[in-house]
């Protein structure tokens, strides 16, 4: 028998009182305790996707992005998870962690080159300390990227012998942005090609054929093949019709090789396709471009060279909102009896060249036809322009470029005289300047005020108060096109056309012609009506030389070291809104002394000059002096000697080119320029200009046109012709260049490559010769 025996503990009864009063604190209580406290807010998260699929290819990436929202007063941090990931894709977020300021995180997927096609569910968590965790999911497709290739065109016709080409556009699935290799598949006996690009990221690639002469006449079919990693094959097919050669006639070359454009605004560029005859043909031939025609246009005109001619010439331009891009086609000469010939073609449409400098040209017959700069000793680089072809102040053409050099050069050709009844564009003119920086910036500046574009302003008044027939001369600023009538009667009209809008000043004078030895023109009494801005259709006030006229200001003028040269003298008076007025001319003879007039004290305002420029007549050394002055006082002016004789040779190695060197006395080291003309009908012209900063400040100076046949879009043909003579004039100092316009321009009016400044006299020589071309 087993006895049970069980232990009893007793519990102080003050040890159970305290344990009940503790427990109806914290529970529900009674009629005597504290009411139940109800449970805190709970807080929240949730997340959601943008975009419920995922799309890209294998080889490539895509993103995705994902938002969380707090709630409940959760304000904590967030942590983001993937999962569900297929073989060879990753994923990342940024962030992956969402501080309490962020609400937003973007997922990249990326697969690898092998992972394998098809559609994943991937899953998100979002989850926070204290919150219940969110999901959701997105699909992610993967897909095997895909090339194309178009030919453009998609058929050629090359004479055997010869050569053509095509471009090759490859176009890639969205995603895919590897590198195409481009090949030709197992071409016929004979047939070869090139790609300019291959491998290639770009879009397109030229294939250029060469077709042997051993090739049958017949069609052809080409297969070109893109491959790429990770992509399937793409093939596509060339038709090719090979033309049998015949006897060669003559052989062809196009100049230049690619022409460079903006799309549009009216702008267009000029080439030339040249033929070298032989084996006795004599007959025309005709010239078309084949794969030019949309957007980028090349066409000849006119599309025969006739007989025994020798070139036709090449129009290019781009249409509106044309695709920047190279194009590609191929220039086909025919002559009956004889076999084609061909050469290839490019056009670049190429978007504004941009710059910190630009060179606005507001008159449409001062836009060039070709501009190109050189930063320092670099290389040239033609400059792409910006605004219309037909250039108005209004929108003007702009030249942009960038020059961080303290030297520069800049080049420009435009449209020349025209004196045959060739067909062909051949009379050009080059303006080049070699300077400064800050001198080139000062010359684009310059550019709209010197040649600013003509409007239908015209300006009337009367005039009266003036002898029977004398000679009375009307002057504005803003070069104003102004005239007076018969002076027949006493009173006669005065008309300015194209005058600049605005103010302007005005000055009449009065004059006298003397025929004998002294000036041939003096002046007797002269208007001066300055700030002028009458409104359309109302004559400025009536002028009257009787009551407003004044008498000039005149002093003796003293000429050193004429060396017993003839030589005239042109007084002009400058006005800081831009006049500058014809006052006297002095004929051509030789006496050293002569009466100067010029505008009085009296009625000047600050900033008023008086301008003499004296000039030798001398046809082979012209010397000339242009002196500034605030007012008119008795003076002795000194001609600078001789220019010592430069060097002037053509450049075998770059035909037409033409070198310039020699020494420049302490009178002429401010600035030399030379000016060219060839002695030939429809002249090629050319004016280069070399600083004193250019140069370094040496009396030594060695330049020549610059050889700009390597930069894009030039053509040779602007340059004076093999075997050509050439006339050229190379002027020491700063004054007239020897541009037998600018130096009428200059001698006649007073207007001067130089800066008007009080006190300045400015003295240069000339030296003529000539010079054949090799």
């Not at 998260?45 to 799309?55: Q, V």
């Not at 005065?494 to 012609?513: E, K």
């Not at 050509?724 to 020491?732: A, L």
Request: proline share 7%; hydrophobic share 40%.
């Amino acid at each position: 028998m087993r006895t049970v025996r069980r232990s009893f503990a007793v519990v102080p009864k003050a040890l159970t009182v305290l344990a009940i009063s503790v427990l109806a604190g914290c529970g529900g209580g009674d009629k005597g305790g504290n009411p139940a406290q109800p449970p805190g807010p709970q807080g929240t998260l949730a997340l959601s996707a943008g975009s419920p699929a995922i799309l890209l290819s294998t080889g490539g990436s895509a993103t995705a992005g994902f938002t969380i929202t707090r709630g409940g007063g959760f304000t904590g941090s967030v942590s983001l998870a993937l999962s569900g990931l297929p073989t060879g894709v990753t994923g990342a977020f940024a962030p992956a962690s969402l501080d309490a300021s962020t609400t937003s995180s973007t997922l990249t997927v990326t697969a690898a080159a092998n992972a394998a096609a098809g559609v994943s569910t991937l899953t998100i968590t979002a989850s926070g300390t204290g919150v219940t965790s969110q999901t959701t999911t997105v699909q992610v497709v993967i897909s095997q990227p895909t090339i194309a290739l178009t030919p453009t065109p998609a058929t050629l016709s090359i004479t055997a012998g010869q050569g053509g080409s095509t471009v090759i556009n490859v176009s890639r699935s969205t995603g895919f942005t590897g590198a195409v290799t481009l090949a030709l598949v197992t071409p016929p006996a004979g047939i070869t090609g090139s790609f300019a690009l291959s491998p290639t990221t770009a879009i397109t690639s030229t294939l250029t054929l060469a077709v042997a002469s051993s090739v049958a006449a017949g069609n052809y079919t080409l297969t070109v093949r893109g491959s790429a990693t990770g992509v399937q094959d793409n093939n596509t097919t060339i038709t090719l019709t090979v033309v049998a050669s015949g006897p060669v006639g003559f052989s062809i070359a196009v100049d230049p090789a690619e022409f460079e454009l903006p799309a549009g605004r009216a702008w267009s560029a000029y080439g030339i396709v040249s033929i070298q005859r032989s084996n006795g043909f004599v007959g025309p031939v005709t010239v078309t471009v084949q794969g030019l025609s949309f957007p980028a246009v090349i066409v000849p005109t006119p599309a025969t060279i006739a007989a025994g001619a020798t070139a036709t010439n090449l129009f290019a331009l781009a249409v509106d909102n044309a695709a920047p891009g190279l194009y590609t086609g191929t220039v086909r000469v025919s002559g009956a009896g004889f076999a084609d010939q061909t050469a290839p073609v490019r056009f670049r449409v190429a978007l504004p060249t941009t710059g910190s400098i630009t060179w606005n040209f507001c008159r449409s017959d001062r836009v060039p036809r070709y501009f190109a700069v050189r930063d320092g000793s670099g290389a040239w680089k033609h400059i792409v322009p910006n605004g219309p072809g037909g250039a108005t102040a209004a929108d003007p053409a702009r030249f942009s470029f960038d020059i961080a050099s303290p030297t520069g050069s800049v080049a420009m050709v435009r449209l020349g005289e025209k004196t045959s009844a060739s067909p062909l564009i051949e009379g050009h003119h080059w303006e080049v300047y070699y300077g400064t920086r800050q001198e080139i910036v000062d010359l684009a500046a310059a550019e709209c005020i010197d040649y600013r574009d003509v409007n239908n302003r015209t300006i009337t008044g009367t005039v009266t108060g003036y002898q029977s027939f004398d000679a009375l001369i009307a002057s504005t600023s803003g070069r104003g096109n102004a005239g007076v009538g018969s002076t027949g009667p006493l009173n006669t009209t005065l008309t300015v056309q194209n005058q600049a809008p605005g103010p302007f000043d005005l000055m009449l004078t009065r004059n006298n012609f003397i025929p004998a030895n002294g000036p041939d023109i003096t002046v007797l009494s002269m208007v001066l009506r300055r700030g002028l801005n009458p409104s359309t259709g109302v004559a400025v006030a009536p002028v009257d030389f009787a009551t407003q006229g004044f008498a000039p200001a005149t002093a003796a003028l003293t000429f050193g070291n004429t060396g017993g040269e003839a030589f005239t003298n042109t007084m002009t008076f400058r006005t800081v809104a831009g006049l500058n007025a014809w006052l006297a001319v002095g004929g051509q003879f030789a006496s050293t002394g002569r009466t100067w007039y010029g505008v009085p004290v009296a009625q000047q305002q600050p900033g008023d000059l008086q301008q003499v420029t004296t000039t030798t007549a001398s046809t082979t050394a012209r010397r000339q002096i242009i002196h500034f002055s605030t007012n008119v006082a008795t003076r002795t002016l000194t001609f600078g000697p001789p220019l010592s004789l430069p060097t002037v040779t053509g450049v075998f190695s770059t035909p037409g080119s033409i070198n310039v060197a020699g020494t420049l006395g302490p009178d002429y080291t401010a600035r030399v320029s030379a000016y060219f003309r060839e002695q030939a009908a429809d002249p090629r012209t050319l004016t280069v200009v070399a600083t004193r900063g250019f140069l370094g400040g040496q009396t030594q100076y060695d330049f020549r046109v610059p050889e700009l046949g390597g930069v894009t879009g030039f053509t040779n043909f602007w340059y004076p012709r093999r075997l050509s003579v050439v006339r050229w004039t190379v002027t020491g100092g700063e004054g007239s260049t020897g541009d037998p316009i600018a130096d009428g321009f200059c001698v006649l009016t007073g207007y001067c490559p130089v800066k008007p400044v009080a006190g300045a006299t400015y003295l240069s020589a000339q030296s003529t010769g000539t010079v054949t071309i090799p």
